[in-house]
Every structure is written in C-alpha cells, then in structure tokens.
C-alpha cells in the first residue's frame, strides 16, 4: 500500500504534531517516513499505525487512485 506523504503532513499538522511526534506516537523509525516521502509502499500494519495517531480513516492516507 503507498501512502501520500502530504496527507499525513497535513494531518499531523490538523493535530499539531511534529513529524518527529507521530513517529514517536506510532512506535516508527523516521526511516519508515522517508520510505512514504519517496513513494515506497508500507505494511497494512504501518498505515493503520498512522492512521490511528492522526485520527483518520487509512483511506484518507491513500495516494490517489488506490
């Protein structure tokens, strides 16, 4: 799955967090954001971590047409 990099700038942003606050929260290496940033996929679990720090649906994370 590929996640859009933006959108979770974005909602982190809408909750103010840091990049490094919602590494932190959802027990990621900043790694795993720089693997999104530069259009790698992730794990299903990888979204769902983010997804339920930043309080969205993992749908909303999607890049476009997925």
Do not use: F, P, S
Request: aromatic share 2%.
């Amino acid at each position: 799955m590929i996640l859009n990099y933006k959108k979770i700038e974005v909602a982190g942003a809408n909750k103010q967090l840091t990049l490094k606050d919602i590494t932190t929260k959802a027990h990621m290496a900043r790694a795993t954001l720089e693997r999104i940033r530069n259009g790698n996929e992730v794990t299903m679990k990888t979204a769902g971590k983010l997804a339920a720090v930043l309080e969205v649906d993992v749908t909303e994370l999607l890049q476009n047409g997925q």
